[in-house]
Structure formats: structure tokens, C-alpha cells
């Protein structure tokens, strides 16, 4: 159960207490707030109007023990900041967040909960996040998990934080459960068509290969081996290729890929890894060894919608939608109906982004 927290500031950098009142108020006059951090992923999820709420001011990182391999910190820490305390250390975030700037937040990395290319070798966002505090539409503090990950009996609200977009809570503070970073790296680039690339990845995902990276740009195969010294050489010299800069992961991380680059819709569409790739859309790269595929297509959004869907996964308007268009997949009537009682329970007025997620929420 969440549990009710004053609203103490407790070092430098911590506004929950304004924050709060800002909320209080939107809430009594029902208007509508935008949550914003860095800012740098306005682009995704639906547009929503409101007046700016900025967490970027709640920044700073309260706790961080590098043996428990857990850090806290404010929402709006820079995720930069988080990054190089971690790097000092040895450690970084598993699931490897797209970095879209410089004024990225830790916030907004767990609201959109975007995971990079070790997302299915190392979790995704919300299997990292061990806890979480946040303001709900009424302006209290609720703090949900800890610092420790178990299993325990349950709702762990905490993680439905991660890509809710803000619609269920201001995230104030999250703790994140870490990985050391690997001895070893290497970058291997293979000239294997698509459909080979993807079986061949079954088979070696079968094995104990030091896989951090599978990403196929329509032509290569880009494999990137992360672990200890002995093990990434003897998988590099059987897998054969080319060796390629490290610096290549880092614009599949960030998704300045030149596959991604143009003007027009840009679908992701998030599949089984051994399903076939829907016909739906120009397939202009895949990541995550084949579940993850970035798509071109002028097809209306439902029927690229339904291909994915009847591949066994869904698939998302990334980048280019126009009005209130939805960009998520559409959910089944009772999951839709689950989500509003979600809303409902945590933000009554209606006040934080609405409609960002779903125009229904």
C-alpha cells in the first residue's frame, strides 16, 4: 500500500513541496497540466494541452551505494548526470535509455519507458525500477517498492509508472536497479540478409553468448558482444565479420541511425522475435534482435494496427503524428476499462496529461 509523505524539503533541488501546490490547484480549478522534464520527448505519445508543469527543478541524486547497485534520484536529474556517477563507479543502467539530448531527465526516461538495444539481453525499463514517489492528482506524495528488489504479493505500482507518460502520478523520485559494465566490448558488423540474420540470432540466443546488441540495417547484421575478456573473444572469432567501431551502438542507443532518418510517420512495431515482419509498412531496420521493428508506412494506422497485432504484438506511431491522432496500439475494451479505473483512482480531476497516453485517459 502507497503511503502518505510530508512535503519536507530535504537538500537543495528538491521543489516536491511547489510542485505539490501546483497540482492542488489545477485539481480545485480542474485544469489540465502538462508534465514536462528536459522536454526532449515531446514528440512522442499524443499531443495534450495544459499549462507547463516543469519537474526539470527536482534534480539531484539522493542515494547511491555502488555495492548495493541501486541508485535513487529525483525526476528531474539529468540522465547524464546519473549516467557519469554510475560510469565513475563501474556500473551503469541496464536497459541502456535513448539518450535524446542533453537536458534528457531520469523522469522522462521512466515515464516513456523507451529501453535501447540491451532490452532483451538486460530487461526493460520497468524490471529495473525498484521503487518509486510520486505527487497523484490530488498533490500527495504516495511512495511505492524501495531500494531492494524481492518478490513480494501484490499491485507493484511503481513499475506501471514506466511509459504511463506521466497520465498516473509526477514522478518525484525513482530508485533503479543497476549492472556492472562489462570488461569487455566488441562490435561486430556480418553481410547476412534479414530473414537468415533472424534465425541465426534464435539459434545463438539458445546459447550462453555474450549478446548486449542485435541490430539489422536492411543490408548488415551489427552484433555487439559485452562481457569478460576470454568469452567475448572466442564468440568474436567464431562468429567471424568485420570489427566495427563501438561508437556504431551509440546511434542505434540514440536512434540517430541513418535507417531512422527522413521526414513521415516513423511506426515501431514490437513483435515476437521469431514472427515474421508484417507486410504492412517499408521494414527499414530492426533492433532488439528482431522484435523491435522500425517501419515506414502509408497504410492507415489500423491496419498496420491489426498487422501487428495478429503477428502477436503491437505497434506504436513513433514519431510524426498529426492532431490528436491515437499512436498506441488500441487496447481491448476491458484492458481500456482497467486503465480509466487507474486514472481514475490516482488523478480524479483529470489534470495530469490528459489524453497523452490514450484520448480516453
Known sequence: MPTSLASEPRATGDIAAALSESIRRAAAERAALAITGGDTKAFY??????????????????????????????????LAEVE???????????????????ASTLGGVVASGLSGPRRPFAGAVRD???????????????????????????????????????VLGVILE??????????????????TPSADARRKLAELMRRPVPLSGAFHDGRQLHLRLSGGEAGVEAISR???????????????????HPALAGD????????????????????????WAGALVWMRSDLAPEQIWRGAGAAGGHATLFRGASGGAEVFQPLAPAMLALHQRLKAALDPAGVLNPGRLYGAL
Not at 521503487?131 to 506501471?160: E, M, P, S, Y
Not at 565479420?241 to 540514440?254: I, N
Not at 515474421?276 to 531496420?285: F, H, N, S, T
Open 45 to 78: 505519445g499524443r499531443s495534450t494541452d495544459g499549462e507547463p508543469l516543469s519537474i526539470a527543478g527536482h534534480r539531484g541524486i539522493v542515494a547511491y551505494d555502488p555495492s548495493e547497485l541501486v541508485v535513487v534520484a529525483r525526476a528531474g536529474t539529468p
Open 84 to 102: 557519469t556517477a554510475l560510469a565513475a563507479n563501474g556500473q551503469q543502467l541496464a536497459f541502456e535509455p535513448p539518450r535524446l539530448g542533453p
Open 128 to 166: 529495473c525500477v525498484l521503487g518509486a514517489t510520486i505527487l497523484d492528482g490530488h498533490g500527495r506524495q504516495l511512495r511505492f517498492g524501495g531500494q531492494v528488489f524481492k518478490n513480494v504479493a501484490g499491485f507493484d505500482l511503481f513499475r506501471l509508472m514506466a511509459g504511463a507518460l506521466g
Open 174 to 191: 525513482v530508485s533503479i536497479r543497476l549492472a556492472p559494465a562489462p570488461r569487455r566490448e566488441a562490435a561486430l558488423a556480418l553481410e
Open 238 to 256: 567464431e562468429l567471424g565479420g568485420e570489427s566495427e567501431d563501438l561508437a556504431f551502438w551509440d546511434a542505434v542507443r540514440d536512434l540517430r
Open 264 to 287: 513521415g510517420p516513423l511506426w515501431r512495431l514490437s513483435l515476437p522475435q521469431s514472427a515474421p515482419i508484417p507486410p504492412v509498412g517499408e521494414a527499414l531496420a530492426w533492433d
